[in-house]
Nanobody, 124 residues
Framework: EVTLVESGGGLVQAGGSLRLSCVYS????????IGWFRRAPGKEREGVSG????????YYADSVKGRFTISSDNAKNTVYLQMNSLKPEDTAVYYC?????????????????WGQGTLVTVSE
């Protein structure tokens, strides 16, 4: 069974930083991917960043390039999303997601597993 637990959300002023963590478990090989998504009030869910543990590729949405960084600590089974220069429009519930196939998300296949979400609020 795959489990995902996010943490690190909170309230921050514009220009500030937060680091989200996603502790995952249940994968038995390196053929998996972890991604971060967000849903802002009244908007569709948006893919923010993703990492394939199969081939090492990393993805960022244009809206966060240069400000957000995804990284992993394999010893801790944890993926991080470092968010710098936060803007009010980054306010959303952020979800960690995982897929048991490391590269099929490149072709638009939805992630299989989802965390409970953590709220990030960026004030003016």
């Amino acid at each position: 069974e795959v489990t995902l637990v996010e943490s690190g959300g909170g309230l921050v002023q514009a220009g500030g930083s937060l680091r989200l963590s996603c502790v995952y478990s249940g994968f038995t090989s390196d053929d998996y991917a972890i991604g971060w998504f967000r849903r802002a009030p009244g908007k569709e869910r948006e893919g923010v960043s993703g990492m394939s543990f199969k081939d090492g590729k990393i993805y960022y949405a244009d809206s966060v390039k240069g400000r957000f960084t995804i990284s992993s600590d394999n010893a801790k089974n944890t993926v991080y999303l470092q968010m710098n220069s936060l803007k009010p429009e980054d306010t959303a519930v952020y979800y960690c997601a995982a897929d048991g196939h490391g590269t099929r998300w490149y072709y638009g296949v939805p992630f299989e597993y989802w965390g409970q979400g953590t709220l990030v609020t960026v004030s003016e």
